[in-house]
């Protein structure tokens, strides 16, 4: 009897004792913070791929712009790729949450938050050239990729830049470039502080005075069929290998 005693409280001690040990794995695991760092160079565009993604990444991807984003979801194949695209042509960095958007009662900021996509795109800023030098459309841009940044940790968010067009809302010429080469500024500031890509066309989208080339336009800005559908096939040259660059990092 008295060995079965003292087996049992040799057993109690040795249980109490890996008890002890585990929560003190667990303690010392816990202290540990996790974090993603992208080690690539944000300071600068996206560099063309030499191949394009499968459909299968627009499949995982939301685009989020402006009319020049309608364009997009109209008259190329991205949407039939699987592509979810949200545009309204009136909407901008400061109505994102404020505005509901076309066939929809949420906001674009809403469906964005919501959104399980692994690729997020942005493509903003045409109705509000006028504000490209004001500090409260920079802080607002900044204040929308950090917030997108944020809520989807595990996905990769792309600032596509404005491409100069012909004239828009009576701002034209000289003005207009300085407008468009302003903002493209802060589209690439916003993108590279807060850990997103940086997106520009121009080289392809362009003619050698950085205006968009007529044949992709229908009047001043709006892009045509090949306008839209040009974009569509550049985006798939214009992404980033995320394995390569963003790594996790545990102290």
């Known amino acids: 009897m008295k060995k079965v005693i003292t087996g049992l409280i040799s057993l109690a001690l040795l249980c109490g004792c890996s008890s002890a040990s585990a929560t003190s794995d667990r303690k010392e695991s816990s202290e540990y913070t996790c974090r993603n760092i992208n080690f690539m160079d944000l300071s600068e565009p996206v560099v063309k791929s030499q191949e394009k993604v499968d459909d299968s990444w627009f499949a995982d991807s939301l685009f989020i712009g402006d009319a020049r984003m309608g364009s997009v979801a109209l008259y190329s194949d991205l949407g039939s790729k699987g592509a979810e695209i949200i545009y309204d ?13 076309q066939m929809s009662s949420s906001t674009a900021y809403d469906i964005m938050i919501q959104s399980a996509k692994k690729h997020i795109y942005y493509w903003l800023g045409l109705n509000e050239l006028a504000y490209a030098s004001s500090d409260e459309w920079q802080a607002s841009l900044n204040q929308l990729i950090s917030d997108t940044v944020t809520s989807h940790p595990d996905s990769d968010v792309y600032v596509i830049a404005t491409l100069m067009p012909k ?18 500024e802060k589209l690439l500031s916003a993108a590279s502080s807060n850990g997103a890509y940086y997106i520009d066309l121009s080289s392809e989208m362009c003619d050698k005075s950085g205006v968009i080339k007529d044949e992709y336009l229908w009047g001043d800005y709006t892009l045509n069929t090949d306008g839209a559908q040009q974009i569509s096939d550049l985006i798939a040259y214009y992404t980033v290998n995320r394995e390569s660059y963003v790594k996790k990092i545990c102290e």
Not at 89 to 101: A, D, N, Q
Not at 168 to 182: N, R, T
Request: no cysteine; hydrophobic share 40%; charged share 15%.
């Open 167 to 184: 004239s828009v809302f009576s701002i034209s010429g000289d003005e207009l470039k300085q407008e468009v080469s302003a903002q493209n």
């Open 89 to 101: 042509e009136s909407l901008g960095v400061f109505s994102m949450s404020t505005m509901p958007v």
